[in-house]
């Protein structure tokens, strides 16, 4: 019996000592964060989430960790991981935020916007969040504005570009016939010119063959 009540106990305090193990990861890890060890504070985390996935904050302070080292992809990733499994309305609050920052950064405004709307949700009062969504919204709207004008200034130069072409087609054919024309008139006028030369060369030869010939007289008789 007394066997049996101190294998209990001990199976009591290895359950503890399991629980405490990832909230003391995450502990650690604060501690370097703090100190802006940011990879180091990464492996604390991810120790954590290891020992227990379920850890809300061990999830979000790893995004917290990977995001002060650029590792948007990565953070983006953790931060969806405990917006799934938060309860705490201001952390999530703080988890949505972070993720319109980085969407921010990366000029995604439409995700960014989503994300800051989804954080106010949780947290109204939010004021900081609250700015940051007037300001993706307005960087959307200026944003599509640009690409709208850079659209129809691409289709103006293509239909100005279309134009010039027409014209030099245009000039070209213009120029083309003059030339043409010149050309047929230089033979007519060359075929008329033979003709009457012709013509005179003709009554020239018709007169020359007209006329009498004239004969020298002779003093001997035949």
Known sequence: MARHIILILLLCVVTMSYAQTD???VRDGNRLFSKQQYDKAEVQY???VSNNPSNPQALYN??????MQNKDSAAIVQYQKAA???KNKLRLASVYHNIGVICQNHKMYGDAIKAYEQSLRNNPKDDETRYNLVLCKKLQKNN??????NKNNENNKQQNNKDRNNNKEKDKNKQQQ????MSKDNAE???????????ATQQRLKKAMQ???TRKSSDKNW
């Open 23 to 25: 909230r003391q990861f």
């Open 46 to 48: 991810r120790k954590a």
């Open 62 to 67: 790893l995004g917290c960790a990977l995001m």
């Open 84 to 86: 799934k499994i938060e």
């Open 144 to 149: 599509k504005d640009k690409n709208e004008k």
């Open 178 to 181: 003059p030339k043409e024309q």
């Open 189 to 199: 006028q060359l075929i008329n010119a033979a003709i009457q030369n012709e013509k």
């Open 211 to 213: 006329k009498p010939g």
